[in-house]
């Protein structure tokens, strides 16, 4: 059974600082592209960050140069490093992970961790 917990979510003052994690379990972690994405109310949801297998990392624009992501392999664990957080920043942040076989997408997703940005 594939699982993926979020933690690291709360409330925070603008211009502070959040560290998600994202634990997996039931995957074969070190193949998986992961990613977080983020859903605010109202509005759909939508890629923050992602980490191939290989450590490539890409980022929405939004984000960078503030957000960083990151994985252990070892731990099944992937992370997203959250700095000068903007109350734009709120919403709840989902973990992904995805990999490619011939045939299909394999994808699977966390119940999401909120994260509050205050004014």
């Known amino acids: 059974q594939v699982q993926l917990v979020e933690s690291g979510g709360g409330l925070v003052q603008a211009g502070g600082s959040l560290r998600l994690s994202c634990a997996a379990s039931?995957?074969?972690?070190?193949?998986?592209?992961m990613g977080w994405y983020r859903q605010a109310p109202g509005k759909q949801r939508e890629l923050v960050a992602a980490i191939t297998s290989g450590g490539s990392t890409n980022y929405a624009d939004s984000v960078k140069g503030r957000f960083t992501i990151s994985r252990d392999n070892a731990k099944n664990t992937m992370y997203l490093q959250m700095n000068s957080l903007k109350p734009e920043d709120t919403a709840v942040y989902y973990c992904n992970a995805k990999r490619w076989s011939v045939y299909k997408v394999h994808e699977y997703w966390g119940q999401g961790t909120q994260v509050t940005v205050s004014s």
């Open positions: 039931g995957i074969a972690f070190s193949i998986n592209t």
